[in-house]
Nanobody, 110 residues
Framework: QLVESGGGLVQAGGSLRLSCTAS????????MGWYRQVPGEQRELVAT?????RSNYADSVKGRFTIFGGKNTVSLQMINLKPEDSAVYYC????????WGQGTQVTVSS
């Protein structure tokens, strides 16, 4: 199980940090990351990081979001947030199968 924290309401141009940790401390993942979803749309990749530190970002967040961690915990530092970043953000982990957090709402007001 993945446990998320962070999120909330922020004005455009502001910053937020999301964090996620595996509920079992000894359980490690090959890849961790964040996806987001708005109502009526498909869940989309935001950023991922592998256990060896290789990161991958959606074009829409490059230069504004930074992903940290991997293996057991992952954080997402978001700066210069835009209203179009508003979504439910889900923590993701992969080891043999996919694991998902419960989601945390990020709302960016204009």
């Amino acid at each position: 199980q993945l446990v998320e924290s962070g999120g909330g309401l922020v004005q455009a141009g502001g910053s937020l940090r999301l964090s996620c940790t595996a509920s079992v401390a000894t359980f490690t993942f090959n890849t961790m990351g964040w996806y987001r979803q708005v109502p009526g749309e498909q869940r989309e990749l935001v950023a991922t990081i592998s256990k060896n530190g290789r990161s991958n970002y959606a074009d829409s967040v490059k230069g504004r979001f930074t992903i940290f961690g991997g293996k057991n915990t992952v954080s997402l530092q978001m700066i210069n947030l835009k209203p179009e970043d508003s979504a439910v953000y889900y923590c993701y982990g992969h080891r043999v199968m996919d694991y998902w957090g419960q989601g945390t709402q990020v709302t960016v007001s204009s």
